[in-house]
């Protein structure tokens, strides 16, 4: 199932959520590693500390793995709306802003 998924995220955390994207912790997760690192780099801000995204998910709880294993450690108010097709969504590049705000 599609869903187009809208979330917080909160600063302080974005230094350690890059490191686990980039350093292979995540995209070796199973199954869904691969699937998070990919939503995470075509995700979009879309207000002020909000991204949104679309990400597959076949669990009968949205995205329930992928909170428990991630998203919950580095996202607050995690919101998830079924849909039937991706659409677009308008904003600044989440993964740039992701790796800008992580260079030490």
Known sequence: ?????RAKFVLKKLPAFYQVLVDGTVANQKPD????????????ITGPNTI??????????PLKHERETVYDKYLVEIETNLVEERGAIEGDSFWSFLENHSKT
Do not use: D, L
């Open 1 to 5: 199932m599609e869903y187009r998924v």
């Open 33 to 44: 590693g691969a699937e998070i690192v990919s939503s995470m780099k075509q995700a979009k």
């Open 52 to 61: 949104e995204w679309f990400e597959t998910c076949y669990c009968p709880s």
